[in-house]
Nanobody
Framework: QVQLVESGGGLVQAGASLRLSCSASGFSIQTYAMGWFRQAPGEEREFVAVIDVYGVDTSGVGRFTISRDNAKNEVYLQGNSLKPEDTAVYYC????????????????WGQGTQVTVVS
């Protein structure tokens, strides 16, 4: 059974850092581009960052960096200098082979983890 499970969310103060983790099971992420998206209440799902199968990363939101560990079958999202507008549910997603900025092109999704940034 394919699963993506996010962890590491919570309530943080503005200016703090946070590291989210995404653990995959039921498939190997080695041949998948891995992305992070976020969704705030009433908003569309927004691209945050993606990393391709070669480890090349692209960030769509400043202050966020994505990384992967194929041996552990995990993906990470490091957020620094967090702001209240970063408050959202953060989702991990997997897309076969090529990366994409569009959430519609992803094959697997996690259930999300809530990040709340307070000032």
């Amino acid at each position: 059974q394919v699963q993506l499970v996010e962890s590491g969310g919570g309530l943080v103060q503005a200016g703090a850092s946070l590291r989210l983790s995404c653990s995959a099971s039921g498939f190997s992420i080695q041949t998948y581009a891995m992305g992070w998206f976020r969704q705030a209440p009433g908003e569309e799902r927004e691209f945050v960052a993606v990393i391709d199968v070669y480890g090349v990363d692209t960030s769509g939101v400043g202050r966020f960096t994505i990384s992967r560990d194929n041996a552990k079958n995990e993906v990470y999202l490091q957020g620094n200098s967090l702001k209240p507008e970063d408050t959202a549910v953060y989702y991990c997603a997997a897309k076969r082979l090529r990366p994409s900025f569009s959430p519609w092109e992803y094959d697997y999704w996690g259930q999300g983890t809530q990040v709340t940034v307070v000032s």
